[in-house]
């Protein structure tokens, strides 16, 4: 089994800055992508962005594209979003997943182990 452990969340005025940290730990040499998605209240979750595990490919939803950097440290068995120009629609429960497969997966079923998720709120 893998846990993750998700940190790094709060409360950012509209045009911040937040980072968020992943960590995972147990069977990691299994994991190969890592993800983060979002739940807003009311709404679905949807899929933030993805990489390898190289970290050598990267992947990420439109709405997030050009704001938002995903990266990993496979030494720390740690992957992070940094998220810059916040907007109030970011707001949501953030969660961290990671994929035993290859291949860089959007859909949430796609992912095997998810961590307990992280609040970000955006006030404007």
């Known amino acids: 089994q893998v846990q993750l452990v998700e940190s790094g969340g709060g409360l950012v005025q509209a045009g911040g800055s937040l980072r968020l940290s992943c960590a995972a730990s147990?069977?990691?040499?299994?994991?190969?992508?890592m993800g983060w998605f979002r739940q807003a209240p009311g709404k679905e979750r949807e899929f933030v962005a993805h990489?390898?595990?190289?970290?050598?490919?990267?992947g990420y939803a439109d709405s997030v594209k050009g704001r938002f950097t995903i990266s990993r440290d496979n030494a720390k068995n740690t992957v992070y979003l940094q998220m810059n120009s916040l907007k109030p629609d970011d707001t949501a429960i953030y969660y961290c997943a990671a994929q035993r497969g290859m291949w860089l997966a959007v859909r949430a079923d796609d992912y095997d182990y998810w961590g307990q998720g992280t609040q970000v709120t955006v006030s404007s």
């Open positions: 990489i390898s595990r190289s970290g050598g490919v990267t």
């Open positions: 147990g069977r990691t040499f299994s994991i190969n992508t």
